[in-house]
């Protein structure tokens, strides 16, 4: 079992930067890849980021390229978000979440943190 806690959304103006945090807890050596999804009221959830364990390999949506930067501190078991020139379409829930294996679909993760809110008032 793996346990995921999200922090550091908010309420930020266009232009904007946040840096999301993921801290991971309990059998953190079996998963392999973390990704970022965001989920707007009455849209589906959709894959922002994502990254393999070695952080050789990443994935961004097209919407966050050249804005968003994933990273991970492996001994520290957490990952990062940081997102810059926030757009008000950013704004949404922020779910944190873990997988065996690497990649950008939601259905590959198993573990899933309790989301952080990202708002961006124009």
């Known amino acids: 079992q793996v346990r995921l806690v999200e922090s550091g959304g908010g309420l930020v103006q266009a232009g904007d930067s946040l840096r999301l945090n993921c801290v991971a807890s309990g059998r953190t050596s079996n998963f392999y890849g973390m990704g970022w999804f965001r989920q707007a009221p009455g849209k589906e959830r959709e894959s922002v980021a994502a990254?393999?364990?070695?952080?050789?390999?990443?994935y961004y949506a097209d919407s966050v390229k050249g804005r968003f930067t994933i990273s991970r501190d492996n001994a520290k078991n957490t990952v990062y978000l940081q997102m810059n020139s926030l757009k008000p379409e950013d704004t949404a829930v922020y779910y944190c979440a873990a997988s065996p294996a690497y990649g950008s679909r939601v259905d590959k993760y198993d573990y899933w943190g309790q989301g952080t809110q990202v708002t961006v008032s124009s």
């Open positions: 990254m393999s364990k070695s952080g050789s390999s990443t």
